[in-house]
C-alpha cells in the first residue's frame, strides 16, 4: 500500500508541476529564455522534492533529483534528470528550445500574478532571490480547483536559477509540492 502512494504521488507530483508550468507572466517566460541562452554543458543542480497530499490519502513522499545540462546549441538547450534517491527510476532526457511559448490551461480563470524579491537562506548560503507567483482559480477535468505556485530564482545558480518553488493545488484535496536547491555546480 505505501509503495501504491508513493508512485501515485509521485505522478500526481508530475502532473502538478508540468500544469503549473504552463503558466507564467511575460517577465518569468523571459527570464527563463534568458536563463537558456547562459546555460553551459556540465552545469548541475540538485533539487530535494517533497510531496504532500492531503486526506483521503494523507501521505507524503521526498526524493532527491539532479538536473544536469548535456547539450548547448543555437537552439536551445538539452539536459538529464535522474532521482538520485531512487536508482530504479530511469533518467530521462529533455529538450527545451528558445522557441516555446507557454499555453494556458483550458477551463481555467484567468491567472493572478505577483513578484518581489527575498533573501532565502538553505544550508549555509543566503541567495538574493526574484520571486514570482502565480494563483489561479477555476476548473480542471476533476473539478473546481485553486492552484497557487510561488518561485524564486538567483542568477547564482546555474541550470534555470531555481532555489525554492511551492505549489499547491486543491482540488478534493490539498497537495504541496516543495522543491529546494540541495547544491549546484558549473560546467567547463
Do not use: H
Not at 510531496?51 to 539532479?66: E, H, R, W, Y
Amino acid at each position: 500500500m505505501t509503495r501504491k502512494i508513493q508512485v501515485v504521488s509521485t505522478v500526481l507530483c508530475f502532473v502538478l508541476v508540468a500544469v503549473g508550468s504552463l503558466f507564467g507572466n511575460q517577465w518569468e517566460e523571459a527570464y527563463r529564455k534568458q536563463r537558456l541562452k547562459t546555460m553551459k554543458v556540465g552545469d548541475w543542480a540538485e533539487f530535494e522534492i517533497s510531496v504532500k497530499i492531503g486526506a483521503p490519502l494523507n501521505s507524503a513522499v521526498t526524493k532527491v533529483q539532479k538536473t544536469t545540462v548535456t547539450k548547448v546549441d543555437a537552439e536551445g538547450v538539452s539536459f538529464t534528470t535522474e532521482t538520485t534517491s531512487d536508482a530504479s527510476v530511469p533518467k530521462s532526457e529533455t529538450r527545451l528550445t528558445l522557441k516555446e511559448v507557454t499555453k494556458p490551461v483550458s477551463k481555467t480563470g484567468a491567472p493572478q500574478f505577483a513578484e518581489g524579491s527575498e533573501q532565502i537562506f538553505l544550508g549555509e548560503k543566503d541567495y538574493s532571490c526574484q520571486w514570482f507567483e502565480m494563483s489561479v482559480q477555476g476548473a480542471l477535468t476533476s473539478g473546481p480547483s485553486n492552484i497557487l505556485d510561488k518561485t524564486w530564482y538567483c542568477d547564482d545558480v546555474p541550470v534555470f536559477g531555481l532555489v525554492k518553488r511551492v505549489f499547491t493545488a486543491t482540488t478534493n484535496t490539498v497537495t504541496t509540492t516543495t522543491e529546494t536547491l540541495r547544491a549546484f555546480g558549473t560546467g567547463k
